[in-house]
């Protein structure tokens, strides 16, 4: 079963251009470790919301600050981490099984997930006291 410490920062590749930087996502199992199946993006967030609050069964996630920035809290149901995202060149790699609060969301930020599998509601877990029961 995942814990907080199988959840990485990944430094994305990064092409230097004097009229604008561009980072490619190819699959690479070093880089990703999962197919990109599903590609979607929040933003718009208004200040003081959070996000996320759910984990996954089996979906395996890269959550990259596209723009500006947010804060991802980990739980792994004994031990919370909180990583700052707030620049497009890092991901943070999420595994299953590991609950996810998404807040501080600066202005303007936008938040890009790249996912292992297509949408699909039985995957979620919604309710923290379920999480826990299904950690076990």
Known sequence: MSNVFNCSVVEL??????????????????????????????????????????AHKGLHQLIIAAS????????D????????????????YVP??????LESFSSGSILLVLASEKYDESDYLRNYKEYLKWKL
């Open 13 to 54: 590749p990064q092409i230097h251009n004097q009229s604008g930087n561009i980072t490619v996502l190819d699959h690479q199992e070093n880089l990703i470790p999962f197919e990109v199946k599903r590609i979607y993006y929040l933003y718009d967030v208004p200040g003081g919301e959070s996000r996320g609050a759910h």
């Open 77 to 92: 149901g004994k031990i919370k981490r909180s990583i700052t995202l707030n620049n497009p060149n890092y991901g943070l």
């Open 96 to 101: 299953p099984g590991i609950w996810r609060d």
């Open 68 to 75: 500006g920035s947010f804060n991802v809290i980990l739980d």
